[in-house]
């Protein structure tokens, strides 16, 4: 993120003397988070692990999973910290197939997120 130091004054000049109406303050530019890769497998029955990379400049990062390619209906999403790279799902139903996608968020000083891109959706069976 980087901080925007620039303060602009804006009024109005009347009969010489200037009035001013208003300034800018700083305000914080946040940038949108890389897109993410994640890999997807199954070596238990009933759970998936799911792993993406660390990027160093999110707080954070958003998993969508569900039983739909479309991620319609039966969708699950959960959010981790900015150190996790790596979720177990458990309680999934064996011979069935699940979809998963994964993005980055990124949580500015006032608060607001930014998130980035999805990851190509990746699909496992579940054994």
């Known amino acids: 993120m980087s901080i925007i130091k620039k303060r602009f004054y ?5 009969c ?13 530019a946040a940038s949108i988070p890389v897109k993410q890769t994640i890999s997807m497998s199954s070596k238990k029955k009933g759970q998936v692990t799911l792993i993406w990379k660390k990027d160093d400049s999110c707080t954070g ?9 479309n991620f319609k209906k039966n ?10 790279t790596k979720a177990t799902v458990t309680g999934l139903q064996s011979n069935k197939t699940y979809y998963a996608k994964v993005r980055g968020v990124r949580t500015s000083s006032s608060g607001k997120k930014t998130y980035g891109k999805y990851s190509a959706v990746k699909k496992c069976k579940i054994k």
């Open 61 to 69: 990062y958003q998993l969508l999973m569900s039983s739909d390619k």
């Open 75 to 84: 969708t699950r999403t959960r959010t981790f910290g900015k150190s996790v």
């Open 16 to 28: 010489g003397l200037f009035f001013v109406m208003a300034t800018s303050c700083q305000t914080e």
């Open 10 to 14: 804006y009024g109005i000049l009347l």
